[in-house]
Structure formats: C-alpha cells, structure tokens
C-alpha cells in the first residue's frame, strides 16, 4: 500500500504546494445482495462518500479502483463495471480543509462482487456504512451525484456523462 506521501500525487503536491491540480481519477458503486451500496465517512470533512481516489502514473483505471479500495477499506473488488464519467467543472472542483485544490476527472465504476468486511484502513474514512441508494446522508455533493447518475444507468440510462 502507498501513502499519500509516496504516491505520485504527495510527490507533486510536495512541488506545487496546494495549487490546482487537473486529477484523473476514480470512484466505485458497491452494491450488496440487499441492493445497499457502501459509503465511507470521510476523515477530512466528516461526511459520506463514495470509495475512489486518484491514479498513478502506471496503472489503469480498473487498477486505480481496486487498489483504491483495497487501501482505504479492505474489500477486494472483481468485475468492475464504468457507468459513467464525470467532469463537470461546476461540481468536479474540491478544496481539502487543508487548501488543496483539486479538479477531478473520474471514471465511475460500479460491482456487486467484492470479498471481505469494510473497514478503515488508511485514514481517510472514518467508518464504512451501508446505504439504501435512494434514501442517502449527507454526501459529498458529486458523490452524491454520481449515484444519482449510477441509478440513471441502472434503469436503462446507458453511459452517463456528469
């Protein structure tokens, strides 16, 4: 497992300081067997979200998903499918708490097959829930977003662009 330090992202923010950064990256749907999907508590601005983060430089976007996953809850995903891909500047923007300027680029995925329990591993979650999808917490406002866009997709929407 990389820390944030190590990885490609902490090696440039050691550069660029807290300055915009255009962020390819990833975020996952996990759904269980009674149609829930996980939602992790963030330690940074203390509300839910979806599991997903940034990529690095050698590895794909099925790569990034699953070591994303792996790292911050424990679950090993299989079968990952894209749903959808959100850009949109007016909702893709994130300023951390600690001044980090992000514009994200993310491949939406989503499973059913996954093995293990989640739980917070790295840090970066402060516990894992499941949620009934049409009936979610607070969310990070484009987590929020593309499960809105992931139940377009599953009712027959085909590939949504947010």
Known sequence: MTSFSESYLGQLRKVIGNRLVLLPGTRIVIENQDGKILLDLRADFRIWALPGGACEPDESAEQTIAREV???SGLVVQQVTPFGFASNPQWERTTFPNGDACRNFSLMFTTQQFSGTPRPV???????????PNHLPEMVPNHRRSVEAWLRWKAGGGFQLI
């Open 70 to 72: 792996l790292e911050e």
């Open 122 to 132: 790295d840090g970066e979650a402060l516990e894992y829930c499941w949620f009934d």
